[in-house]
């Protein structure tokens, strides 16, 4: 599977933007997600969508303010960033998973993983 990711870019504080990853290859995706990385800091879970029946899952730091959504017929799974702080500023990376888990997104052990996108934030 290959994730590919755009969208990043600059934006001012309390601004929006929509990250958009595109999923290629043959092997079957169960979950998609987004990451992000700032400088100096883990890999922290943003959020993720179950291909099959949308189930959403959002990290504490995201809640309210981003949305996850996807387009099974286009391969493609977005992020929509909303009320941006400084603090999002990283790089922002797409991933899938195989694995299905009933009603469950997990955080970690996802399998591919896309190159990051930057998302910078300015005050």
């Known amino acids: 599977v290959q994730l590919q990711a755009s969208g990043g870019g600059l934006v001012q504080a309390g601004g929006s933007l929509r990250l958009s990853c595109v999923a290629s290859?043959?092997?079957?995706?169960?979950?998609m997600g987004w990451f992000r990385q700032a400088p100096g800091k883990d890999r922290e879970f943003i959020a993720g969508?179950?291909?099959?029946?949308?189930?959403?899952r959002y990290g504490d730091a995201v809640k309210g303010r981003f949305t996850i959504s996807k387009d099974n017929a286009k391969n493609t799974v977005y992020l929509e960033m909303s009320s941006l702080h400084v603090e999002d500023t990283a790089d922002y990376y797409c991933?899938?998973?195989?694995?299905?888990?009933?009603?469950?997104?997990?955080?970690?052990?996802?399998?591919?993983w896309g190159r990051g996108t930057l998302v910078t934030v300015s005050s």
């Open positions: 969508i179950q291909r099959n029946g949308g189930i959403t």
């Open positions: 991933a899938a998973n195989r694995l299905h888990y009933p009603g469950f997104i997990p955080t970690t052990g996802w399998h591919y």
């Open positions: 290859g043959r092997a079957s995706i169960a979950s």
